[in-house]
């Protein structure tokens, strides 16, 4: 098997990056670009699966990248570039569609999350679009994906395909078994509102989330109507897993603050959530406004931002056509 190291990842530009992406994606984007060579994609095909407004998407897939800019992603270290503008993603995923199964995709649970109650009206793309997020990672033969643990189940379907590629094509070990890197400390960020949903763009209460655009003022009310608890934060994290929106406060703030959870809880136990709250507030604001700002500033010279998408186009595009021609061969086509 080839031994290098390659990561791989993508991110939907449907609209402000929340702080579930940041904590469980962006930041570790960032870090891994000091250890291995890395290929950052905004899967504007994937967001394509349930419609989007044309001007719309188009904004999001700049400001998607401003995300990733103002989060610390390195042009010059990394690959960064939209989906669409290398049609390698496509031509895979309909090989790939060739060789996953109806049965992998039917137990997929994020499928049935997004199509709701009548999936006859769903689109064909949303189906078959973990295909289409193997074909992205496949495309360039990573090697390591880091992502939220929404998406673990996605990866082990694409590890499921590749296995399955170089079975029928026998080719052993051409394509690598794509690990999953998800952050140990928090690698589900959950709504502000319920502790028992993930954050997310979708989630039609802007309280639910701290976007990364979101002002000081934004964060502090949203911080403040944060759903918590009316009695002293216990000392047990036991008897803390039965309050998920706590939890899910205490470990952002642990996360944030680069301190163990049980540091953290033993300094909060007997406490009340304000004082939680407080602190939180400050340390969110400190991280995520600089982001928010830099973003704003980016935003403001597009053709510059387009300038790093063609680069990053004609560099992935040189790797994804290399391994295409030998894909192409393996299968049979001329
Ligand atoms: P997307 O756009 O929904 O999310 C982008 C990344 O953010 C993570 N994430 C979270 N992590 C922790 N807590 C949360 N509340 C939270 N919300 C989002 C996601 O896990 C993800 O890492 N299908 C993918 C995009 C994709 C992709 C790929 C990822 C397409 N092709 C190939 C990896 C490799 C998605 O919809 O992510």
Not at 11 to 22: F, R, S
Not at 72 to 99: M, R, Y
Request: aromatic residues 6%; contains cysteine; positive net charge.
């Amino acid at each position: 098997m080839s031994k290098k190291k390659l990561v791989f990842s993508g991110v939907q530009p449907t609209g402000n990056l929340h702080l579930g992406n940041y904590l469980g994606a962006l930041k570790n984007f960032v870090s891994l670009q000091k250890e291995m060579k890395c290929i950052y994609c905004i899967v504007d095909l994937h967001a394509i699966t349930i419609y989007q407004k044309p001007d719309e998407l188009r904004t999001n897939v700049l400001e998607t990248l401003a995300g990733f800019l103002a989060a610390g992603i390195d042009p010059d270290k990394s690959i960064i570039f939209n989906q669409s503008s290398v049609s390698g993603h496509t031509e895979l995923a309909w090989i790939l569609n060739c060789v996953s199964r109806m049965g992998w995709l039917n137990r997929m649970t994020q499928f049935k999350d997004k199509a709701g109650p009548d999936k006859e009206k769903a689109s064909v793309g949303l189906y078959i679009y973990p295909n289409l997020m193997a074909a992205d990672i496949l495309l360039y033969k990573a090697t390591h994906v880091p992502v939220g643990a929404d998406q673990k189940q996605h990866l082990e379907l694409s590890r499921d395909i590749a296995q399955k590629f170089n079975n029928d094509f026998n080719c052993k070990d051409f394509f690598p078994l794509p690990e999953p890197l998800i952050s140990k400390n928090i690698s589900r960020v959950m709504s502000l509102r319920d502790g028992t949903k993930k954050m997310s763009k979708s989630e039609e209460s802007d309280f639910s989330r701290i976007n990364l655009k979101d002002s000081a003022d934004q964060i502090i009310k949203k911080i403040k109507k944060a759903k918590s608890d009316s009695e002293p934060i216990p000392e047990n994290p036991q008897e803390l897993e039965k309050k998920p929106e706590a939890l899910n406060l205490i470990k952002i703030y642990s996360d944030i603050s680069k301190n163990s959870f049980d540091k953290v809880l033993k300094e909060m136990a007997g406490k009340e959530y304000s004082f939680l709250k407080t602190n939180l507030t400050e340390i969110l604001i400190n991280e995520i406004t600089p982001v928010g700002k830099e973003i704003n500033k980016l935003l403001a010279d597009k053709s510059h931002l387009k300038q790093i998408l063609k680069k990053g186009k004609e560099k992935a595009n040189i790797i994804a056509e290399e391994n295409l021609k030998i894909i192409r061969e393996k299968v049979g086509l001329i």
